[in-house]
């Protein structure tokens, strides 16, 4: 079955930097890629997504690319803003088909510091 | 459309006893699922419907779990016999068709003393 990992468990950014969180998925199937925010108390909420036609996707401050070759994608968050801290989870699955269930990573908890 | 509502937001029950939660799907969403969160940890699947069919149930989901939905509308998770290890956020999420966006829930965070 899938397995996601992701890295780092925990980044700390100064305000205006950019962070930028990896995941590596092991099922070749695997067509679509997701991100997700959550704050405390919250449920996931989707941010961003991608799908293994497309190599890169921008929207505003968020991109997100995929190497479907190293089987790995990344979010990147340019000009951090305080109200980007929260705990981030990268998602992977053959999307679509007859089984369409996520596979999360284990998340990544974003700091930034004013 | 006020995205995916559960109920109750949080439940703090005695071990032994059983639980009922109840998911609002986002109107029109075919698709509906279960997941469960443990702290520092990303949800996992437990089972999902295509409309009123149960599809799918992950491993996880022991015989103490059941999932029902009715009608293709809203849907209820069952715990019957809690144990502590049952304590963790149950999440729902709807999408419209398979291969679509997938909307969450605030969750129910369960508490089993």
């Known amino acids: 079955g899938e397995n996601v990992e992701q890295h780092p468990s925990t980044l700390s950014v100064q305000e205006g930097d950019s962070a930028v969180i990896k995941c590596t998925y092991s099922?070749?199937?695997?067509?679509?890629f997701p991100w997700y925010k959550q704050e405390l108390g919250k449920g996931p909420q989707l941010i961003i997504d991608?799908?293994?036609?497309?190599g890169e996707k921008k929207d505003q401050r968020i991109a997100v690319t995929l190497n479907k070759t190293a089987k790995h994608f990344s979010l990147h968050i340019t000009e951090t803003q305080p109200e980007d801290s929260a705990v981030y989870f990268c998602a992977a699955a053959p999307w679509g088909g007859a089984t369409n269930k996520l596979i999360f990573g284990t998340g990544t908890l974003l700091a930034v510091q004013p | 459309d006020t995205g995916v509502s559960q109920n109750p937001r949080h439940k703090i029950t005695k071990r032994g006893q059983n639980v009922t939660f109840r998911c609002d799907p986002i109107s029109e969403h075919n698709r509906l699922y279960w997941y469960r969160q443990t702290l520092g940890q990303g949800p996992e699947f437990l089972t999902y419907?295509?409309?009123?069919?149960?599809?799918?149930k992950s491993r996880l989901l022991s015989d103490r779990f059941s999932a029902e939905r009715p009608k293709g509308s809203f849907s209820t998770l069952e715990i019957q016999r809690t144990e502590q290890g049952d304590s963790a956020m149950y999440l729902c999420a709807s999408s419209w068709d398979p291969g679509e966006k997938l909307f969450f829930g605030s969750g129910t965070q369960l508490s089993v003393l």
């Open positions: 991608i799908r293994s036609n497309v």
């Open positions: 099922d070749s199937a695997s067509n679509y």
């Open positions: 419907f295509q409309n009123e069919a149960q599809l799918e």
